[in-house]
């Protein structure tokens, strides 16, 4: 990668690097010490940078968190083979914790985001059967009440809506650094 502009170097000192040391102390507590942080971190750094370069970054510390997640889980995947720790000593603190961790509820941010953008792109009839469907949880048969449609209406445009959410996210995903 090539160096920096100075506008791009204020952005990434103002936006993402005041995070490393949150999710470097996230990346130890989470993944532990089999997990190499110094590589994962600057990979994700890289990420951002190529998405921010790419347009349509949102949300950098969403993005940085996610992406440094993505990478440790990778890495730790492809050292599994070579585990030789014990389960015992594995620290279930986090698994009596019911409350989401940050990247989590971030994550989980963005997907909601990714999916009311593409409801937000339907037409109206159809955006209309699968807000309620989706937000509120109406069946076929409270949808067709309400909009005084057919539950086979419903139906139909449920499946298209659907479809449509469903490439709507698919081309959002296949875009270069997709998981932002």
């Known amino acids: 990668m090539c160096p920096a502009d100075p506008e791009t170097e204020r952005w990434f000192a103002a936006q993402v690097l005041p995070h490393e040391a949150g999710l470097r102390a996230w990346l130890a507590r989470g993944f532990g010490p089999r997990l190499a942080i ?32 993505n990478l440790a889980i990778d890495q730790l995947r492809r050292h599994a083979v070579s585990r030789t720790d014990s389960l015992v000593e594995t620290d279930l603190s986090d698994v009596l914790d019911d409350r989401d961790s940050i990247p989590d509820s971030v994550a989980r941010g963005q997907e909601i985001a990714l999916l009311t ?19 509120y949880g109406l069946t076929q048969r409270e949808i067709g009440a309400r909009l005084g449609i057919s539950d086979r209406t419903v139906a139909a445009q449920l499946a298209i809506g659907t479809r449509k959410c469903t490439e709507h996210v698919l081309r959002r995903m296949a875009r270069p650094g997709g998981d932002r």
């Open 117 to 135: 953008a593409a409801v937000q792109s339907l037409p109206d009839r159809c955006r209309q059967v699968m807000t309620l469907r989706l937000a």
């Open 38 to 69: 110094d590589d994962v971190i600057q990979e994700a750094f890289l990420r951002v940078l190529r998405a921010r370069a790419d347009g349509g970054l949102q949300s950098p510390k969403a993005f940085l968190f996610a992406s440094a997640r």
